[in-house]
């Protein structure tokens, strides 16, 4: 049975059912969570970043704000107390996302391959002190790009690569 007043949460008043879509689903009949006033601009706004710029369906942000929350996150302390909310590895993915970006590699640069390349850290994230920044942890210097198989080989010492990216055992 549908109600003949609703509270709607986006603006906070009562208004009756018939400023309301009504929603037939799987045999029943309801009526939405907003009113058709406040469904218009939740519409509207989907499109739109909240500093009122506008953005991409898909992103949360506009490319302005998107700078500026990245901007957050510039030492590994920052990072570490992001870690402790959403664990290490979803932490340390923001350093591999933005070393990622900062460098277009398209081929594993050991073996070649170029389907899948992810990005390996000559020294590990997680050795970096508090106060070492982002950008010092992704320095072009300390990144490699492998293949799966070669990344899991340099993780595990059956792969060494010099800081240049170069493979030691290649070279006469």
């Known amino acids: 049975m549908i109600p003949e007043r609703k509270i709607c949460p986006l603006c906070q008043i009562e208004k009756p059912s018939s400023d309301y879509h009504i929603r037939r689903d799987k045999g029943y009949t309801y009526l939405k969570s907003y009113c058709k006033k406040c469904a218009a601009l939740a519409k509207v706004r989907k499109d739109q970043c ?37 664990g290490q590895s979803a932490s340390f993915n923001i350093i591999r996302g933005r ?36 950008d010092d942890i992704n320095r072009l210097d300390n990144l490699l790009f492998l293949c799966p198989n070669c990344h899991w080989e340099f993780d595990n010492g059956l792969l060494e690569m010099s800081l240049d990216g170069n493979d030691p055992s290649s070279q006469d």
């Not at 991409?56 to 992001?82: F, G, L, P, W």
């Not at 050795?127 to 982002?134: K, L």
């Open 50 to 86: 909240a500093c009122g710029q506008s953005k991409d369906k898909r992103s949360k942000y506009c490319e302005s704000c998107a700078v500026q929350n990245r901007i957050k996150y510039r030492t590994m302390k920052d990072i570490r107390h992001y870690s402790e909310k959403y």
């Open 99 to 134: 070393a990622r970006n900062s460098v277009s590699i398209d081929c594993c640069q050991h073996c070649g391959y170029s389907k899948h390349v992810e990005v390996c850290h000559i020294k590990p994230i997680h050795t970096f002190a508090d106060g070492d920044s982002i």
